[in-house]
């Protein structure tokens, strides 16, 4: 290692300490340094915590520091902020509290040994003063963060319920920070606090930049509050706190937008709430909840098996099955036929599993169900016996079977292309009671073209039911172009902005792997009906739309208002219709699934 520079102006400083080749004393000299920084008022302060926020980040299992007592001069650093408003505002000293709290939530990010030792040094109560506002939305978010991470761990999280106003604090956040962040900074440019606008871009950015990171930052304080709630809810005695009415109803909205799309936020703590009996209750008695469960569940979003999650443990209690029965079944109907979505195997099984044991149930008097959704069980599990038989079948009766199918098929084909779109739509259900259930991708293209025929016929729900089944079985889940396009413009028609912007930027993206010819984006560019959309569900996505309508603000983007009005909207969806069209508006007949065996029909390529 380098030797301590002697032409450095500042005794003991700590980067001079850090180059110190003897490991004992520089371990002194680290020790002196945490134990004396606190009563320090010397200039350039930030420099040494700005360099240990790095290294924290870069390392944060790295023992050295905890050891060395560096929680202890964080948390001495924060008070100090909170207390000495002359020292704060000295200097480059505003930075100081902001960069102590991310190091500490660093530190304790992997490690709980290293949070024990947080909780011991006594870095708690200062998080907490910092979460209650004390300072800036800034400071809260990391202080919200570092709170989630002491909470995740058994032997910290106590300490962390003993302060009783954190579980309360966090509800308030989740629900207020876009607002917060939307009012204090993101709104009024020329009020923005300078050292806001050099965290959020490290002084690398312009006015754009700054709107930019805001706009992720806010989503990650929502979230981590979310996170932090998440640990609480695993308590049953904290749900009661929890399950509010007023916060229930705001989650399924709370989704991180697409800046922190990893996050699992509102439905991840729904998750959490319906795990245990007493949070399904008042899940069970919104009805707005199941509503936006039910879509989330059949969206294409990464966290929709959460959602079929919850769906399936509100049905298996007896306490909440008879209140949401009605409004559930057809969306898990819709869903039986998918097998995985990503790490989670055999969905659909469960799905089919638990509607059966509903069926039963009734037959025991312990539920009550409606004769539409006792009808729409019993034909799901008919489809399931009806696999069983055709896996018993002689080729080639299956053969004739997936022959009459394609038949009548083109008859929808040609009623559909004379205008006859009822007429369509029922031969396309006629060809669906033919196909064998194990031909999947024709099965995909019957839905796919039915579900084109209820959004020309105004029946969005109709469409959406019919593409998510297309999307189901096909192979892999969730990646069947057309579908996606289909139901992105039935999600819009019934204003649901989130899930049709998912669908259509998926839709996009399979554009641009695809190598059929209608699909495929030509010279790299999206279909404009296809940009057209995105940038109008992007608007009415934006996380802050709420907060800015509420204050009066407008987008940065432009304040051109809802572009799309009716007029514009039917031209687009006719205009993407006759590209349709243009090949009879059906989809090829691709070869079957590979599970199909021998009977494969070599003269079904085109329509």
Not at 56 to 81: T, Y
Request: hydrophobic share 40%.
């Amino acid at each position: 290692m380098e030797k301590v520079s002697s032409d450095c102006p500042y005794p003991g400083c700590f980067f001079c300490v850090m180059k110190e080749g003897n490991p004992s004393k520089r371990r002194a000299s680290i020790l002196k340094f945490f134990r004396e920084l606190p009563s320090q008022d010397d200039d350039g302060q930030v420099l040494p915590i700005s360099g240990l926020w790095n290294t924290a980040m870069a390392h944060p299992n790295d023992p050295e520091f905890i050891e060395l007592g560096i929680f202890e001069c964080m948390s001495a650093l924060i008070w100090k902020g909170l207390k000495n408003r002359r020292w704060l505002s000295h200097d480059q000293n505003i930075y100081i509290p902001y960069y102590a709290a991310h190091i500490i939530g660093s530190y304790t990010m992997n490690m709980e040994e290293f949070a024990e030792s947080a909780v011991h040094a006594g870095v708690i109560p200062p998080l907490v003063e910092l979460l209650r506002g004390r300072l800036t939305w800034v400071e809260q978010r990391v202080a919200v963060r570092a709170l989630g991470h002491l909470a995740t761990y058994t032997s910290t999280f106590p300490a962390v319920a003993s302060h009783g106003e954190i579980l309360e604090l966090s509800i308030q956040l989740a629900m207020s920070s876009l607002e917060i962040v939307y009012s204090h900074f993101y709104q009024f440019v020329d009020r923005r606090l300078s050292y806001h606008c050099d965290l959020l871009t490290r002084g690398m950015g312009g006015v754009e930049m700054e709107s930019r990171k805001a706009e992720e930052w806010a989503s990650q304080l929502q979230c981590w509050s979310l996170q932090l709630i998440n640990c609480f809810a695993f308590k049953p005695e904290f749900l009661p706190t929890i399950c509010k009415p007023e916060f229930l109803v705001k989650l399924p909205g709370m989704w991180g937008g697409l800046v922190n799309e990893n996050s699992p936020a509102g439905i991840g703590l729904l998750r959490t709430i319906c795990h245990h009996k007493l949070g399904r209750a008042p899940v069970a008695n919104c009805p707005s909840i199941i509503e936006a469960l039910c879509n989330i569940a059949r969206s294409s979003d990464d966290w929709q098996y959460m959602a079929i999650d919850c769906l399936l443990w509100l049905l298996q209690d007896p306490n909440t099955c008879h209140k949401v029965i009605d409004k559930v079944v057809p969306a898990l109907v819709d869903l039986a036929e998918i097998t995985t979505l990503g790490d989670h195997k055999k969905l659909g099984d469960s799905i089919v599993g638990v509607l059966q044991d509903c069926i039963e149930s009734q037959g025991s008097g312990r539920s009550t169900i409606s004769s539409r959704t006792k009808e729409q069980i019993e034909e799901l599990l008919n489809s399931k016996q009806r696999l069983k038989w055709e896996k018993n079948m002689p080729k080639e009766d299956l053969h004739i079977k997936q022959a009459a199918a394609l038949v009548v098929k083109l008859e929808g084909n040609s009623l559909f292309s004379s205008g006859n779109i009822s007429g369509a739509a029922l031969k396309y259900s006629e060809a669906l009671s033919l196909c064998p259930m194990r031909s999947k991708k024709e099965r995909v293209v019957l839905y796919s073209n039915r579900a084109q025929c209820h959004l020309l016929l105004q029946q969005p729900l109709a469409a959406i039911s019919d593409a998510t089944r297309a999307l189901c079985l096909h192979n892999p889940v969730n990646r069947h172009a057309k579908s996606l396009w289909r139901r992105a413009q039935a999600y819009d028609m019934l204003g649901l902005a989130k899930e049709s912007l998912l669908d259509a930027i998926l839709f996009i993206n399979e554009c641009s792997q695809s190598n059929d010819p209608d699909l495929s984006l030509r010279q790299n560019k999206v279909p404009d009906y296809a940009e057209r959309l995105v940038k109008k569900q992007m608007r009415a996505a934006w996380l802050f739309r709420e907060a800015a309508i509420k204050h009066g603000g407008v987008h940065s983007q432009g304040d051109g208002g809802d572009m799309y009005g009716p007029e514009t909207d039917d031209s687009e969806w006719e205009t993407a219709s006759e590209s349709d069209a243009e090949n009879d508006g059906r989809d090829d007949i691709g070869d079957d699934d590979d599970d199909d065996g021998d009977w494969k029909e070599d003269d079904e390529k085109k329509d």
